[in-house]
């Protein structure tokens, strides 16, 4: 399963550098790093450290940091979507295995519970994939949806979502992406990323002047419908 919702809300972000010393398992210190993104989720970092802090896990820990300092969008969106789930289970605990991976997340609600597998879309990949500003520009723009992106990642995350097969997992995909994280993630989106997005095309009739559309289903990810049919799907619009 597939859980598409926008996690960042949509505002600016002032960027500013801050020196960030990361010490690893055997508490020695590592190249000291300069991240553009820590100021503005500091919240959410110290947040994600104090958790980590109290799984007394310092091998973990310290992966993530090392994860930070490195791929930075990628542990923000991680920390995010903790903080996230943390405001409707009742625990999220770590699940994954740090040898044999599986998913970041278990999270406990009453006598049950399910996983949660964290995904990110770089700034980078989002704005060559849509063609969209990062931050407002306030001109007219078109943009092109992340559909195949959701697809195809939801498609590499197969093996860590079915780690666990007691219960079931969410991928949660997020970016930091400012217009990106307001147009892109939405419930069409998951729609879109499980049924194909539809290619529609319209004509005039000129014989009786209705406008006929064309639905093309032919990328559908579950229902084929134009190979059902073995033809393209249409219907008439008044």
């Not at 995350?157 to 992406?177: S, V």
């Amino acid at each position: 399963m597939a859980l598409l919702r926008q996690l960042f809300p949509f505002f600016p972000i002032q960027f500013s550098s801050i020196l960030l010393e990361v010490a690893d398992k055997s508490s020695m210190e590592l190249e000291v790093k300069s991240l553009p993104l820590a100021e503005a989720f500091r919240c959410q970092i110290e947040e994600h450290r104090k958790w980590l802090t109290e799984a007394n896990d310092p091998k973990r820990a310290s992966r993530w940091e090392k994860l930070l300092v490195h791929q930075d969008e990628a542990a923000i969106v991680e920390a995010c979507v903790r903080s996230l789930l943390a405001n409707h289970v009742d625990s999220v605990k770590p699940a994954e295995d740090l040898s044999h991976g599986g998913p970041d997340f278990r999270c406990d609600v009453g006598t049950t519970h399910f996983y949660v597998e964290c995904a990110c879309m770089t700034m980078k990949m989002v704005e060559e994939e849509t063609a969209l500003p990062n931050a407002p520009t306030g001109e007219a723009f078109s943009y092109r949806n992340l559909t195949p992106r959701f697809f195809h990642r939801a498609l590499a995350k197969e093996r860590q979502c079915g780690f666990f097969n007691d219960e079931p997992c969410l991928l949660a995909m997020g970016t930091l992406h400012e217009m990106a994280s307001a147009l892109c993630f939405k419930e069409l989106t998951a729609a879109y990323t499980l049924m194909s997005q539809p290619t529609i095309s319209c004509r005039m009739n000129t014989t009786t002047g209705d406008n006929i559309s064309s639905l093309d289903l032919s990328a559908s990810r579950i229902l084929p419908v134009a190979q059902i049919l073995g033809r393209p799907v249409a219907r008439a619009c008044n």
